[in-house]
């Protein structure tokens, strides 16, 4: 539609760009063009002055000098006629009978002598009506001329005047020819460079329209697409890129949701399968205890399906940095020694032994809560991998800038293939029960205090787990040390 | 109006009473936010029926004033003398770790109720911690294999899928 069109280029920034540079051009070189108008008339109208001057004044001596005989009209003429001849014109066709005028009036006003068109009685009326300053040029305008003169006077010595006048045809032709050439030229220089900025503008800025719509196009249905980039490097280039790869994160942000959706619903669906099983079974069952049973074991598995649906919320909270920590001061030691002595029995029973070596009380600044999850993280994943007769030895050390924790054991280790995800979400070796959320929510704690997590396959058989905390500085220390003795 | 709004409500027309919480939401700021609010303590959906009570219970001991505490707990034919750290059971002093004391303690403090596996974890060792694997289960057992002999009346009770329990009958 050419109207909509239209309208667009209108409303377009092209279109205002180059409206606003051209306007701003065209009312300065025309500021320009009014100075150098008013310079070049003056100079003429001085040019013209001194002639006029000087020539009334020639003429009056002329005058004065004759003898007031018959002759003195004939020769004062003559000499007038002469001078008319030698005006200063730029333009040869602006000559014409009435170009100059000579008059001389009686002390009385009356016309004595006249020289140029017509009787020179309608230049006497219109001298007149005016008061004229001897050696001062001035405009006069006559009745009949569509143009006005500039005249000089001379007073002679028997009280008469002399009047020379040169009509302003040709300084008025010559500003007039000035104007029509500089409007033309000016208004060609306008329309011409309004038409080279507004296309030079729109050609500009068509990467912008281009990325506008490729955006639009994005925001409505296809995240996969990209908006276009040019080669050069220029603002326009480089928002391009910029969109781009914020556009590359937002597609792997859903992307990595769709996947722990996905995941979630697969994991969610097999419990949720097996409850209901169960329920149907404590409405069908044969006897009390099957029905019991099967109530119970929907409890079970109800627990074990809640305890998943919090470890992966943790998991999700902590990769996307939006744990709120309170940070106390934990002293490592106590904490281990404390789960030592929770996980010792199970360890036994299961005939792992287990092994704390620790230098004394260690003091971290961190979130006790997400801590002791942590912790019961890491005796729970030895709990589950290993088998009877493996050693875990745990130490803790007190590194420079850091409390190390380490865990090693001599079971099977890590499956070679998991072992570069260990840390990512849902990632469990081929014959682990677990789901997968242990070693990321580990991770995931440790990065948010500021600490480090690793874990690797020993050289000899076995896994070895080493999560570093930042030690706090030292004035924390001493204040941790008091609190821990006052608490005691 | 949200149930925090309610509390602030209550608090401000003067109501004393203590706040217990259900919440489906589990965050960490959730949490923190409501217990900063004015309430008492903060239960997340899904939860069990017995901690609920356990809860309430702790709630109602906390707002009422402090009797003289008993220094001797005594359920059937089992004692725990709470100043000596000792128990007995028919007479015969059962040979207890200090934390083993610690659980029996909280069991008998408890009797005739069921305790969770997670008030477990927080009353006795102090964390609030949801472990994979069966930590609990296998203390309670050792405690049992000394507290409930042989020919002896089993005292603790296995609730299956909701925790353990004393009874006094």
Redesign the interface.
Known sequence: MPSTTSRTSIRSAAWRISLWGTLAFAFGTMFVFIFLHSFVASDIERRSDSWLSGEVEVLGDVANRTPKDALYGTVVEEVAELAGKEVPLLYRESRSDDTVFFLQTGSDGGLKLWVGAGSGLSFVQAIRGLSIVPDQPTDLQVKGFGVPYRVASFVMNDGSTIYLGLSERDELRVLRQLRVRFISIWALLVLLGFSIEFFTTRRMLRPVREINEAASRIGHSDLTARVPTTPQNDEVGQLAGTLNRMLDRIESSVHQLHTITDSLAHDLRSPLTAIRGKLEMSLTGATEDERTEAIIGSIDELDRLTDFLNKSLDVAEARADALRLSPVAVDLDELLRVMVDLYEPSMSEKGISMWLRSTGPLYVEADAALLHRMAANLFDNELKHLRAGCTVRISLSDQAQAAMMVFEDDGPGFDAEVTPHLFEDRVRGKNSKGHGLGLAFIGAVARAHGGTVSAINRIGGGARIEVTLPAPEKKGVEAAEQTAIGSH | MDGIDLILKLRSLGVRAPVLILSAR????DR?RGLEQGGDDYLTK?FALAELLARLRNLVRRNTPATAEATKLRVRDLELDLFRREATRAGQTLQLTP?EFVLLEYLCRNVGRVVTRSMI?EEV???????????VD??I??LRGKVDGKGQEPLIRTM???GYAINDK
């Open positions: 589990r965050s960490v700021d923190v899904p934390q974890l060792w102090g964390m609030r911690i949801q472990p994979d694997t069966n930590v296998v203390h057992y050792r299956r899928g909701v």
